[in-house]
């Protein structure tokens, strides 16, 4: 039944989101279970004159380096993972879980020590994006793990993810062609305004966004895609949200985040299951208590939470704000090694207003650009 899902993912992925050149040196990163993916990508930048490189993860290992390691060997940042991040071209990350949860009964502050260690790598890679100099896509491919954590048959999960990405169309291309353009309105009348109040069941927020660029997210970077933008101005943030779905960062599941800000900062923060990994995260450096992203999602293809944030985030009808690192692209400041995207519902009477205008409302845009 889905037979050509992954060279048509491929083709899509090096033809239309990421381009590939000849010479490119291109990493393609994801486990076992995405070995059909995996080679369809090696072959169609092999086609298309590029360098592919695959390196794929076995199962397991992560779950030994936190039993078993020392605190030198957590605090370990491999030279080869930055020399990659330094001269790679392409990065393709596809998601493809052996074990959602594998990371659950590790202690917060173990995988806290891990984060720290990559801290360099993760600013670098950052630094990279933000000035254009690395190309690169996160892909989601369906696994029975991830089937599972979205409480889902593999059958219906692949079907998901196949019409998620818009493969059930009879041309895809043209469909993501036809997002951007839409998208590229929206943040055309963004253009030159100032101020943002977002209402709603279970949020009342404000935030400035003066001088800073909205971002339209339209399947370069992720597939499947569907969102815009921005990094709010830091210290602009106020009012509170309960978020109505769960989120989950670092191989934990985190339900019932309600978060209030006061001049930018997070001042508190509690959770219904998983609040001591949430702390854990907000104090794991100064930038990570500040929202580095607001965004609204904009694919109506995909209308149920599946506890995958590539998917969940751009659910038509939502938005999601991210804690800690902010997009230099969108002219973000904050720094941070946190970048945990949270998801809230709009469809139920939610409003965004900008600069006095009803921009937002019910799930829907009601300016057209």
């Known amino acids: 039944m889905f037979d050509n899902f992954a060279p048509r993912l491929a083709q899509i992925l090096t033809e239309f989101s990421v381009p590939i050149q000849e010479g490119d040196y291109v990493l393609i990163s994801s486990t076992l279970e995405a070995e059909p ?5 090696y072959e169609a930048v092999l086609r298309r004159g590029g360098h592919p490189v695959a390196r794929v993860r076995l199962p397991g290992l992560q779950e030994l380096l936190y039993e078993l390691g020392n605190d030198k060997q957590l605090e370990f940042s491999d030279p080869l993972a930055m020399e990659a991040i330094e001269r790679a071209d392409v990065l393709f990350n596809i998601l493809a879980p052996y074990n959602t949860k594998a990371l659950s009964d590790v202690p917060p502050e173990r995988i806290a020590k891990r984060q720290k260690a990559q801290q360099a790598m993760i600013k670098r890679y950052f630094e990279r994006i933000g000035d254009g100099s690395l190309r690169w896509n996160i892909c989601g491919w369906p696994t029975q793990a991830a089937a599972q954590q979205a409480e889902m048959g593999l059958l219906a999960y692949t079907e998901f993810v196949y019409k998620a990405c818009a493969l059930d169309k009879d041309d895809p291309v043209a ?14 009348w963004l253009k030159g305004k100032k101020h943002a109040e977002v209402r ?6 404000s935030f400035d966004f003066e001088g800073r660029a909205w971002i339209s997210a339209w399947g370069d970077n992720n597939f499947p895609d569907g969102e815009i933008f921005t990094s709010p101005i830091k210290t602009s943030v106020n009012g509170h949200v309960e978020f109505s779905f769960p989120t989950v960062y670092g191989g934990r599941e985190v339900r019932g985040v309600k978060l209030t800000f006061k001049d930018g900062k997070v001042v508190e923060a509690s959770a219904e299951k998983n609040e001591a990994y949430l702390l854990s995260q907000l104090d794991m450096d100064e930038g990570a208590r500040f929202l580095g992203e607001f965004a609204i999602g904009t694919n109506y293809g995909i209308q149920r939470f599946t506890g995958e944030t590539l998917f969940d985030e751009k659910i038509g009808g939502t938005i999601h704000m991210a804690l800690g690192q902010s997009f230099e692209e969108a002219g973000g400041t904050n720094k941070s090694q946190v970048h945990w995207d949270m998801v809230h519902d709009m469809k139920q009477g939610g409003s965004i207003t900008i600069d006095g205008t009803l921009f937002y409302e019910n799930g829907q845009f009601v300016i057209e650009g």
Not at 37 to 41: D, Q, S
């Open 200 to 205: 709603g069941p279970g949020i009342e927020l």
């Open 37 to 41: 993916i995996v080679r369809a990508l």
């Open 175 to 188: 469909h993501w062609r036809a997002v951007k353009e839409k998208q590229a309105r929206m943040v055309a």
